[in-house]
C-alpha cells in the first residue's frame, strides 16, 4: 500500500519566491496534518483538515502561510514570499479515526527539506 | 506550559543493553494516547508504541515496552537489546481527548546513539 506521498523531498528557493509543497495522503484517510520540524522549535503543528476542512490552523506562522485540501486526496501547503526563516522540513501526515477515538498513530509522508537562500 | 517533555537531549547506550527514554506529559483530559516515534537519520517518523490512558497493562512491541505510570504522568520508553540501528531521535507525543481525529503535540525529542 502507498504511504503518504509528499513533493518535492528537496526544494532550494531564493527569498521572495513562492513556494509549494503537495501531499497525498493514504487513501481512504479522512484527516491531513502538516508539520514543519526544526532544530531550535522541534515538530509543530501548521494546520489540520479533517473530512478536507481545515479545523485549525492556529500554528500556522502568518500569512505568508496558506494550506488548501480541494479534495480527499491532495492538499497543498504555499508560502509566498518565502523568507530565509521558513527553512525547515516539512512534514505532512494522514489518519483515519473514528469520531469517539484518540487511538491510532498517524501516518508520517517523508517530509519536503525547504531551503530559503 | 509544555504537554509533553523530554528531558533528556542525548543519550548513549552499549550496544546489547537496555536502554529508558524518559517522557513526562502534562493533560486534564482523562482520555488520551501517548505515542512514540523514532526518526533515524534518514528524516522519516516511524512509529514505534502506543498506549491508551486507560489501558490496564503497559504496551509491548517486539524490542519495545512502554513503562506507563499514569499517577506521575510519564511515559517511558525501554528498548531492550539495543542495536546499532536503533540510533536516532526519538519523540513522545500525545493526543488528548476523545473527539476524533485530533493532532499529536510531540516532545522535543532524545537523541539516541548506541555504541558498539
Known amino acids: 500500500d502507498a504511504g503518504v506521498i509528499q513533493s518535492p523531498r528537496h526544494e532550494v528557493t531564493e527569498m521572495g519566491q513562492e513556494v509549494t509543497l503537495r501531499c497525498k495522503p493514504i487513501s481512504g484517510h479522512n484527516s491531513l496534518f502538516w508539520y514543519r520540524q526544526t532544530m531550535m522549535r522541534g515538530l509543530e503543528l501548521l494546520i489540520y483538515f479533517n473530512n478536507n476542512v481545515p479545523i485549525d490552523d492556529s500554528g500556522m506562522p502568518e500569512d505568508r502561510f496558506s494550506a488548501k485540501m480541494p479534495n480527499a486526496s491532495f492538499s497543498t501547503l504555499k508560502i509566498q514570499p518565502s523568507e530565509p526563516r521558513d527553512s525547515a522540513v516539512y512534514f505532512c501526515a494522514s489518519s483515519n479515526l473514528p469520531s469517539g477515538s484518540w487511538t491510532g498513530e498517524l501516518f508520517f509522508g517523508e517530509g519536503s527539506r525547504l531551503t530559503v537562500l | 506550559a509544555q504537554k509533553i517533555t523530554q528531558t533528556q537531549p542525548g543519550m548513549f547506550v552499549q550496544e546489547k543493553e537496555a536502554v529508558t527514554l524518559d517522557c513526562t506529559y502534562d493533560?486534564?483530559?482523562?482520555?488520551?494516547?501517548l505515542f512514540w516515534y523514532k526518526q533515524p537519520s534518514s528524516g522519516e517518523m516511524i512509529f514505534l508504541i502506543y498506549?491508551?490512558?486507560?489501558?490496564?497493562q503497559n504496551a509491548t512491541e517486539g524490542r519495545y515496552s512502554l513503562n506507563f505510570q499514569k499517577a506521575r504522568k510519564s511515559a517511558n520508553l525501554v528498548i531492550s537489546a539495543s542495536q546499532l540501528g536503533d540510533s536516532a531521535m526519538y519523540f513522545c507525543a500525545m493526543r488528548e481527548g476523545n473527539s476524533g481525529n485530533t493532532p499529536l503535540v510531540f516532545g522535543k525529542g532524545t537523541r539516541l546513539s548506541v555504541i558498539a
Open positions: 493533560t486534564s483530559d482523562p482520555s488520551y494516547g
Open positions: 498506549q491508551g490512558s486507560y489501558d490496564q
